[in-house]
């Protein structure tokens, strides 16, 4: 069956450091492979997508990686911030045209960035 | 631009009582969702529409109902509800794709507890 692994702990960063989240899966082959970001109490926010394709991706201090051959995609946020806490979650795409049949999530890593 | 709007955001209930969420988007997306999360387990998705009259079950439907009979409205049903439907339930919207990513918009949330 299809599975998507995160980071279950919560993660810990120093403020000013990079703050390196992981996504990995099994049985699957996305198109595409998105990173959310949500906050308690509200709905998940899209923040980058990078295409099967592509190695890297960057937006700002965030950046991510994909790596179809490990099944793997890593998040990174330089220069974090205390106001990067959240939790972030991947999400695997897998039509590459047409589909509607929604995202499948992780389960999400609980970021905490301390000044 | 109000984006995705779910109702009520928090609702109790009794077992075996009945109850509808409502999702309302002006985005004029073809697509909705509606995804479930709770702790530990991320979300799921319950039941998605590709557009006005249609709909489809998802990874998790059973327990539930949904109707689009407006292509701005995906109303989630639960019939007769049970404690295991204690839940947060968000609902989602996304743009029809020929090619290209499926990125989703999600509302704020409605927390659901069945008692």
């Known amino acids: 069956s299809q599975k998507i692994e995160q980071n279950s702990e919560a993660l810990n960063i120093q403020e000013g450091k990079t703050a390196t989240l992981t996504c990995n899966y099994t049985?699957?082959?996305?198109?595409?492979l998105q990173w959310y970001r949500q906050d308690p109490g509200r709905g998940p926010v899209f923040l980058l997508l990078?295409?099967?394709?592509?190695k890297e991706k960057r937006k700002e201090r965030l950046k991510v990686t994909f790596d179809t051959t490990l099944k793997q995609s890593l998040f990174h946020i330089t220069a974090s911030q205390p106001a990067d806490s959240a939790t972030y979650l991947c999400?695997?795409?897998?039509?590459?045209?047409?589909?509607?049949?929604?995202?499948?999530f992780g389960k999400g890593t609980h970021l905490i960035i301390q000044p | 631009n109000a984006g995705v709007t779910q109702t009520p955001k928090f609702r109790v209930l009794k077992t075996g009582q009945s109850m509808t969420l409502l999702c309302a988007q002006d985005?004029?997306?073809?697509?909705m969702y509606w995804y479930r999360q709770d702790p530990g387990m991320g979300l799921r998705l319950i039941h998605y529409?590709?557009?006005?009259?249609?709909?489809a079950k998802g990874e998790v439907p059973d327990g539930y109902n949904v109707s689009r009979l407006k292509k701005q409205n995906f109303l989630l049903g639960l019939e007769s509800a049970a404690p295991s439907q204690t839940s947060v339930y968000f609902c989602?919207?996304?743009?029809?794709?020929?090619?290209?990513?499926?990125?989703?918009?999600f509302g704020a949330g409605s927390r659901l507890t069945v008692l």
């Open positions: 989602a919207s996304s743009y029809h794709r020929v090619a290209g990513a499926n990125v989703l918009t």
């Open positions: 049985n699957y082959s996305p198109a595409y």
């Open positions: 990078i295409r099967e394709n592509e």
């Open positions: 999400a695997l795409d897998a039509a590459s045209g047409g589909g509607a049949d929604g995202l499948t």
């Open positions: 985005m004029n997306h073809e697509y």
């Open positions: 529409s590709v557009g006005e009259g249609t709909t």
